[in-house]
């Protein structure tokens, strides 16, 4: 019995129309990435397990898809370890390669074995998959595009200020109706948990307030609960969720808030320099907000963290990122700061989708297709379309003399832009009916003239 076609759950096939939308996406990222200095690179598609698991704290490494080892290197799994019920060890032991998380932690792993053939600030960019066993749900994908940007090797916060105006005009380019760019810094969730009495807990805190848009107040400060942080403690985090007003009511409230704590008071101090150099240029249409729970929840962030929603649309975060000061420490490289942001491209697919908002050319096809009129014509036809072809203009010829609707039709599904019909009086007198399939117009053009019909 034949296998019915399937794929797994949250992954998706592309058709030719999917594929030119994500390319325009893509392609319009490229193009701003390399305005401001960023260079492209590539890693590979899987990692050693070693080198992702540990960096993205427990609910990131449960979310790493391994790689079973295969032949010879399953009888080498560590069965002692399993009979100690050692069961991290003994999964190490059977998977020693994973399917990358994200493009940060490879990218770290990238800077310190090439270091010496880079140089520093490195700025690089780079659009490739990654995957996560997350559940599949609307806009949230086992295996997606990533579109990052970042740079190491430079402490200066003007890196901070190019990733805010990198997310505006990306975001700008794609006409979305309006989205805000959310910032907040680690620091200041450490001079948080140091106000609190929690400073040892600070991931704990940091996991359960991201989860607020997520789960709501109360759900938090169950969850903070169940982490063992202090009731008191959680009585002075609770203002916190309620904090409204514009950027500058929130940075005082916090200078207050904050006052006893020095690695708090820095991370405003940081904001507010952000704040300046952004407002003394403007953004094209996002807005930035200062957003005291946005916590991301990754452990190796360090000072500044962004997060972009877009408006008008149910989506969660649509970009990322944040500023990691020392995580090529990780691979033995201490003291190399870095920062840098992430598109989620799948998700701004599926947004620009909802608003139609991709441009109407995306979808058009070959500029001409010669209709097939049987040996004598073809054969005259085909060398027309090497000539053009030859001039950097696409063609096709039909490949089988069928009945006209049938050409016409597939002239219409694959949105040709001109159809050309060399029949047997045209062959005789070398010229071709050119129909602009867009108009419904339709003109003789000479065989020497056929070129300049389409528009460079």
Known sequence: MAQKPSIPKGTRDFLPAD????NYLFS?????????????????????SST?????????????????NSGEKVRKADLEALAADNLPKFANSLAEKALRYDLTVPFARFVVQHQHELSFPFKRYQIQPVWRADRPQHGRYQEFFQCDADVVGSDSLLHETDLIFIFDEVLSSFNLPGFTIHINNRKILSGIAEVCGESEKLVEITVAIDKLDKIGEEGVLEELRNRNIAEKSIELIKPLFQLKGDNEFKINFLKNYLSTSEIGLKGIEEIETIFHSVNEIGLSKGIIELDVTLARGLNYYT??????????VQMGSICGGGRYDDLTGLFGMKGLSGVGISFGADRIYDILTTLNLFPDDLERGIEVMFINFGKNEASAAYKLV????????????????????????????THAQFVALLGESELENEIVLLKNMSTGEQNQVSWSSLSEQFKR
């Open 52 to 68: 992702l698991l540990g960096k993205y704290g427990d609910e990131g490494d449960r979310l790493i898809f391994r790689i079973l």
């Open 28 to 48: 319009t990222m490229k193009s701003v990435f390399q305005k401001y200095g960023f260079a492209p690179i590539e890693t590979p598609s899987f990692e050693l």
């Open 19 to 22: 594929v030119a939308k994500r």
């Open 386 to 413: 090497h000539q053009l072809r030859k001039k950097g203009i696409s063609a096709e010829l039909y490949p089988e003399s069928a009945k006209i609707q049938k050409q016409m039709k597939y002239a219409n599904d």
């Open 303 to 312: 000072g500044a963290i962004f997060e972009v929603t877009a408006h008008d």
